[in-house]
């Protein structure tokens, strides 16, 4: 899953959200062109108002849709459906200050995108529940409340995940936590996804917490087997790694290309 960014104004706004299409001028199709439908996510750019709206998701290819729209002027277009209960908006400084992007750039990462779906979602009481569907699978996940605060301000569900989550901010690795991977048909949300600082790279992190359970344990096999047959790179953690934790990411963390 990756994020684009299509730019607006006060004249054009209304336009993109009544017509569900977004558009630019050609010249800027090839930032664009990797659009997947029903996957990617799309957010809308006001630059008069410095303001950053969402949250839609992209539902055909970029291409000339309606020559008529915009009175001709933004021939590079895609059809997108909001997927937020409501439009939602976040002031371009806080995505500066939160994410270190500038809303005026038209293409994200898989972190960058999960990064701004988090803000949003902060912003906005937690709104986004079709995004966030995947998690309700997960119901061993949804039992443990997350009242752990961790340094960065995220919230987790246990002592051994504070300590990883702090671990990981202490060490200046992006990371976010309980993102969802929504590329494959599986139900899938990892405790953690985490990007070399290139952007070249990108891990998945499980802390398996509760092994003595029946329950989980077949959760954690379903788990394991979707990122065998993915190919997805994973780093696993246990209770006796959390003892020696800065030793052990660091390792890891090194044969996955991150550090």
């Not at 290139?198 to 499980?206: A, F, L, P, S």
Request: aromatic share 12%; hydrophobic share 35%; glycine share 6%.
């Amino acid at each position: 899953m990756k994020g684009y960014i299509f730019p607006c104004n006060d004249e054009t706004m209304a336009e993109c959200i009544g017509k569900n299409l977004f558009g630019t001028v050609p010249r800027s199709c090839r930032d664009f062109s990797d659009i997947q439908p029903g996957l990617d996510k799309v957010f809308l750019y006001n630059f008069a108002q410095k303001y950053l709206y969402g949250i839609w998701e992209a539902r055909s290819k970029v291409g000339l849709i309606d020559k008529n729209a915009w009175g001709g002027k933004f021939k590079c277009q895609v059809k997108v459906r909001l997927i937020s209960k409501n439009l939602l908006f976040v002031p371009a400084k806080q995505v500066i200050e939160y994410i270190g992007i500038d809303p005026r750039i038209s293409r994200l990462s898989e972190y960058q995108t999960h990064k701004l779906l988090d803000l949003f979602s902060s912003l906005n009481n937690r709104e986004l529940t079709e995004i966030n569907k995947y998690r309700e699978f997960e119901d061993i996940r949804l039992r443990y409340s997350p009242d752990f605060i961790c340094k960065d301000g995220h919230r987790v569900r246990s002592k051994a995940e504070r300590i990883i989550d702090d671990w990981l901010y202490d060490n200046g690795i992006k990371h976010i936590y309980e993102p969802v991977i929504s590329e494959i048909p599986e139900k899938l949300v990892p405790d953690w996804l985490i990007e070399s600082n290139d952007g070249k790279n990108k891990c998945y992190i499980e802390y398996w917490g509760i092994e003595d359970s029946t329950e989980y344990k077949e959760n954690m096999n379903r788990k394991l087997k979707i990122y065998l047959k993915y190919k997805l790179p994973l780093i696993e953690i246990r209770d006796e790694n959390i003892r020696n934790i800065d030793f052990y990411l660091k390792e890891q963390l090194r044969k996955k290309g991150i550090l």
